[in-house]
T-cell receptor, first 112, second 111 residues
């Protein structure tokens, strides 16, 4: 079974721009979670989607948004990028009710 | 407040020794627990999950769970330099909540 895939893998943007990151979960998984990870920091929870509905949301500003499609693929968007948004963005999928999460390789975002 | 606590380390052990990584959590009603390994610059990789009190073994890894003490640990036997990584503990708290991760313990296995 193919694992979780994330695109793009690397991204360079400038302040004020917006960015969209994509995540394709493992086949059959209905839940997708997004995390931000910066050097020296743990995983910061962004959102969790299940069957196209946002099930949980972390403590991030409204510039961070996401959605999930009917095929369980998910996107997250960050508008008006700030330097502090530079991070590794990780997506993880799970069956949904069962919480075991499997991570994708991540998207490394650099904001200049 | 749903919290998962881990000693940030670094925990240094010699090659061949047993590495012991610990994690405590805030809600006694939690049902499932996970250990992930994360190499520098990479994404977390699931090592094992544990749901019942006691030990669960998988190769060189043993997870230990004590729900009464709200404590879960990971033992790595015959530690190798390739085990050097950050180990993340994650807990599934009761209710409709996301998986909560600890900040991780950095393990360094010295050859």
């Amino acid at each position: 079974k193919a694992g979780v895939t994330q695109t793009p893998r690397y991204l360079i943007k400038t302040r004020g721009q917006q960015v969209t990151l994509s995540c394709s979960p493992i086949s059959g998984h209905r839940s997708v979670s997004w995390y931000q990870q910066t050097p020296g920091q743990g995983l910061q929870f962004l959102f969790e989607y299940f069957s196209e509905t946002q099930r949980n949301k972390g403590n991030f500003p409204g510039r961070f948004s996401g959605r999930q499609f009917s095929n369980s693929r998910s996107e997250m968007n960050v508008s008006t990028l700030e330097l502090g948004d530079s991070a590794l963005y990780l997506c993880a999928s799970s069956l949904g009710v069962e919480k075991t999460q499997y991570f994708g390789p991540g998207t490394r975002l650099l904001v200049l | 407040q749903k919290e998962v606590e881990q000693n940030s380390g670094p925990l240094s052990v010699p090659e061949g020794a047993i590495a012991s990584l610990n994690c405590t959590y805030s809600d006694r009603g939690s049902q499932s627990f996970f250990w992930y390994r994360q190499y520098s610059g990479k994404s977390p990789e699931l090592i094992m999950s544990i749901y019942s009190n006691g030990d669960k073994e998988d190769g060189r890894f043993t997870a230990q769970l004590n729900k009464a003490s709200q404590y879960v640990s990971l033992l790595i036997r015959d530690s190798q330099p390739s085990d050097s990584a950050t180990y993340l503990c994650a807990v599934n708290f009761p209710g409709n909540t996301p998986l909560v991760f600890g900040k991780g313990t950095r393990l360094s296995v010295i050859a």
